[in-house]
């Protein structure tokens, strides 16, 4: 099951300033805060923090009765950059994202799974923008796109892209060419989970992909994306 939350570092003055929440960091969480030196990373490290923590928190509970004291989460970096939740045993994985004083957090309860959650705000990206980034065939979708629906389709495809770096623990250390998310055009912005079509190259990619599932939606102004591994039987 996937679990999500998107949380606004404006609903608590203290995280806007990348300031903790009295009662939420572990030991280690705080000395990580306090070697952090630009207030933009802060604000950001924060605000995930306090967004992961929430929805572990309501994982948990769902999962056993038990309210979690939020101290006793940690969220650590794996090797790889990745979040990693610690919590007496807690079988899951997580994915974070920011954008525009915004933190988007997805959970899947199933541990060491590949997952990719980003958030991007809608905006005009140029053609130069597309043709550096897009596939031929995500330029056609976007082409497909009638008005102002059309930044919204190039902010979901960048996104998708973004989420199978994510879960693939790639980030954009490649070509973003080497995936391919093929997203339907719509009318209007789409306000549940809507799926698209995740494709890799395999012959650019530096490891082998796992089949991937991936959905989208649009929340206030911002595009959501997930993408999660398949099942395989």
């Known amino acids: 099951m996937i679990h999500w939350l998107v949380q606004a570092a404006g609903a608590h003055p203290e995280l806007a300033d990348g300031v903790s929440l009295a009662g939420m960091l572990h030991a280690d969480e705080q000395t990580k805060l306090a070697a952090l030196k630009t207030e933009k990373r802060r604000q950001d490290w924060v605000l995930g923090r306090w967004t992961a923590k929430q929805l572990v928190q309501t994982v948990v509970q769902q999962q056993t009765g ?19 939740i610690e919590y007496q045993g807690l079988a899951v994985s997580l994915s974070l994202s920011h954008a525009h004083g915004h933190a988007f957090c997805a959970v899947v309860e199933r541990p060491s799974w590949p997952i990719g959650a980003d958030m991007e705000w809608i905006e005009p990206r140029s053609a130069a923008f597309m043709a550096d980034y897009l596939t031929a065939a995500e330029q056609e979708r976007v082409s497909q796109a009638e008005g102002a629906m059309r930044d919204v389709l190039v902010t979901a495809v960048w996104s998708a892209k973004e989420a ?5 623990h790639l980030g954009l250390t490649v070509d973003t060419r080497c995936v391919e998310c093929l997203i339907a055009p719509v009318a209007e912005r789409p306000s549940t989970w809507t799926p698209f079509t995740i494709g890799c190259d395999d012959g ?28 395989v039987e």
Do not use: H, M, Y
């Open 66 to 84: 038990r309210v979690a004291a939020l101290p006793e989460i940690v969220v650590r970096n794996g090797r790889r950059g990745d979040p990693i």
């Open 164 to 168: 199978v770096l994510k879960a693939l």
């Open 204 to 231: 650019r990619l530096p490891q082998p992909v796992p089949p991937l599932s991936g959905w989208w939606r649009v929340w206030d102004n911002f595009v959501l994306t997930l993408v999660v591994g398949e099942e």
